[in-house]
């Protein structure tokens, strides 16, 4: 067991460097016709700001470099127009316009933010997009419109943004008839999986619920009996699928606010949730979910969300864990569990995690007996993890140690065990590993990112 999973780990290492490779983002360049069109038709928003107190638009708007990339933050600023892109120092990659006042998106209203890669403008009261209003954003990944008051929006206006990779627009009052339909088409193309995700019609009463992924777009286009016999409405609400009103495992993007600065964080603490929600999406980096009511950690529960770097999951009812839950957290830096009904760590739970640098444990009822022992065995192993709390709460001969002072003294009362299981180790492939001593060294030198290299300093905090 243990010789498979060192292979395991070196081979994965080995890999790394491929999977570590930054995704190069091929942007298609300017759409020329449309391009010089947006820039005819530029009036309103831009030259408006222009001409009027520029400047003074944005004064308190922060210009910031993360990561050699620069994001323009306006959030929360009272903003009711665009600030013209003339302001900033340089172009801005990210422009985070969240919870303001926008009201209209008049065509070319982004002209001058050709470099942008998101746009973040959920949380304003944004009741229409004009076809132009996104002329020149060739190089736009990610768009949230979530949490306006979009009734309708025309498929048009995508068109400029041929790389757009996620789009948010649930939580609009999506009025889902004819003029909605090209729409809805476009985002039921299979390739468009990240587009328009759980945003649901509004209007009219037959459709409500219905999610625009899903809709029939034949049924948009038909109206209701234009005599206003009321009995259509009625008799057809039963011929779609019945609209399934939040069923089923909560999802992500609508249970939770997605911030994009300045990494993409997403905030699900305090929502009452009793399960990881699904549809994490994979470029969220860092993820709270303390403070609700998780009580289990189920196998897969995080695949999606291979971007993650800290989890918070303190504060739940957790008390188990099982293996294969952190499926896929590769790039996880710091995990939180702090705060739970944990008795032990399932075996094998912690083997995803190649490059977790922290750990929390503390407030947890521990428990030092056989079932222990993985945890400590997986920290041995992994020098450079700082830990946190991890105290025996019972049986009370043990309450109040720390954990590894009690798998110590196990292993010193009981040498026969460790003897056995070594020679089963050697058994199974005699070349590579004679000592859990070389073991650790080889894994040391050779394997380990040299972050987890640093010398073993172990930090015990006691619970009152
Ligand atoms: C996790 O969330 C809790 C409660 O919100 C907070 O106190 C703690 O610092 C967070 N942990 C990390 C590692 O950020
Ligand atoms: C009573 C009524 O108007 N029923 C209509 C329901 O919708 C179907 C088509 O989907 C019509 O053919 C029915 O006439």
Redesign the pocket.
Known sequence: MQVNSCLLLASLLLLLPSTEMKRSGKGRGLRGARHKLTRDRVRGAGRHSRSGPSGLVSPDCTELTESGDIFVDCQDRRLNSIPISKTWSKEPKHLLLARNRLKILQDGAFFGYENLASLDLQQNQISLVEEGAFQGLARLKTLLLQHNRLRTLSEEALIPMPNLHYLRLYDNPWNCLCPLDSLTRTLQVPSNRNLGNHARCEEPIRLKGMKLKQVDPELLCKES?PTGNP??DQ??TT?PAKPSPFRGKPDATTSCHTYLFPQIRMDCSKRGLTEVPTGIPDDVVHLDLSHNSIHHLRARDFQSARSLRTLNISNNNMERIDTASLFGLLHLRELDLSDNSLHYVQYGVLEDLYFLSQLKLGGNPWVCDYSIHYMVYWLHHHPGVWYSGLICRSPPEHTGESVEEYVHSYNRECPKDRQHSRTDQDQTDPELWNTPMEVQRELEEELEPSHLRVPQKYQIIRLS
């Open positions: 009996d009995e259509w008799t057809n011929v």
